[in-house]
């Protein structure tokens, strides 16, 4: 409860109550709160608890997830800055993987969580090389045309590939873009025969990119992704590379008590 003291005048009960609610879900668990959980937390009925969280999902500081549901920080808290970012516990896991990964491999690597099917990339380590790429965190990617969302998109049901198609519309990024539900269908089915999803040149001409999906007990979690610039690669190097970055998703999905799920 809020005390009504001297020097509290100006406080707002509503919005105090709404950052203790972010406040709990930030430093909740992995697999997001209740909202059972949250009402005994804040002493206040459920009913005025819900309304807290369902305001709170609709601006993007929460976000529910299934099953339960449960509640988890949500992407404008991640859109405050990379300090936010490093703040949410997955970006804390997938941090040392990524370097692992970007060492192995010499490309930027990012990881990404599922928002609702889009991928939402929340951490990020660059090349050990000169290149860098302006890849911005917090924010939505299509999923059509990058590795990441369709490696999410390929551990879905067929129904959200189709929802979302529908949502975006699939926009042209490059010649090379799927734009058809039907391609993008059967790219995701070569995506689970081998485990690992290639955006080769189709969001941005000259830029590769190979992702691998990454599991919590409740199912898809996001996606891990490494990017470099389009060489004339041989089937034998991107097999290698898609199986170095399925190997740093598995790593991820046991971190987060998921199961790796190999092709």
Request: hydrophobic fraction near 40%; charge should be neutral.
């Amino acid at each position: 409860m809020i005390a009504n003291r001297r020097g509290d005048r100006y406080r707002v009960a509503s919005v105090v109550r709404a950052l203790q609610v972010v406040t709990l879900v930030a430093d909740g668990p992995l697999e997001g709160l209740t909202l059972s959980a949250i009402t005994r937390s804040l002493g206040t009925s459920k009913s005025t608890a819900y309304a807290l969280v369902r305001t709170l999902v609709e601006g993007g500081y929460v976000r529910a997830v299934d099953p339960g549901p449960r509640y988890q920080p949500g992407m404008e808290l991640v859109r405050l800055g990379d300090a936010a970012t490093r703040s949410i516990p997955l970006g804390r896991i997938c941090h040392p993987i990524l370097l692992d990964l970007s060492r192995e491999t010499g490309l930027t690597t990012r990881a990404a969580i599922c928002d609702d099917g889009y991928p939402v990339f929340v951490e990020r380590v660059d090349s050990p090389g000169a290149i860098r790429f302006h890849t911005p965190l917090g924010v939505r990617e299509l999923p059509h045309t990058s590795s990441a969302g369709k490696a999410i998109l390929a551990a879905l049901p067929a129904g959200v590939t189709e929802r979302l198609a529908t949502e975006t519309g699939l926009p042209e990024r490059t010649a090379k873009t799927l734009q058809t539900v039907g391609d993008l269908l059967a790219d995701l089915a070569d995506v689970r025969r081998r485990g690992y999803a290639l955006d080769d040149e189709e969001d941005a001409p000259g830029v590769f990119c190979i992702g691998a999906a990454f599991f919590d007990h409740g199912g898809v979690a996001g996606a891990l992704s490494a990017t470099g610039i389009k060489l004339d690669l041989s089937p034998d190097r991107v097999a290698e590379l898609g199986a170095a970055v399925r190997a740093a998703a598995d790593r991820v999905s046991i971190e987060l008590g998921g199961t790796p799920r190999t092709p």
